[in-house]
């Protein structure tokens, strides 16, 4: 098992930035692809970003390039995502996910350990 736990969420004005951390538990993520994704209120689970096990390979939703960027370190097991020039529309609660394939999908459905989540807010 894979315990993945979030944290850095927070409010931040438009244009501001903050860095998601994502630590890992339990077995070890070293071959695993590392996830973010996000569901804003009365939306669906969407894709943000992924890394592979590696560290390789990165694949990004069109409406977060360019501004969020999504990294691993393998020996302390955490993966991050940091998030800069942020608009009121990133507001959602953002969802850390390992595959066990490590390699890098969008799909959710993928994904097989979750984290519990961690609020960002972003004012206008």
């Known amino acids: 098992q894979v315990q993945l736990v979030e944290s850095g969420g927070g409010l931040v004005q438009t244009g501001g930035s903050l860095r998601l951390s994502c630590a890992a538990s339990?077995?070890?993520?070293?071959?695993?692809?590392m996830g973010w994704f996000r569901q804003a209120p009365e939306k669906e689970r969407e894709f943000v970003a992924t890394v592979s096990w590696d560290g390789g390979s990165t694949l990004y939703a069109d409406s977060v390039k360019g501004r969020f960027t999504i990294s691993r370190d393998n020996a302390k097991k955490t993966a991050y995502l940091q998030m800069n020039s942020l608009k009121p529309e990133d507001t959602a609660v953002y969802y850390c996910a390992a595959d066990k394939t490590g390699r890098t999908y969008s799909d959710y459905v993928r994904y097989d350990y979750w984290g519990q989540g961690t609020q960002v807010t972003v004012s206008s």
């Open positions: 339990g077995r070890t993520i070293i071959n695993y692809a």
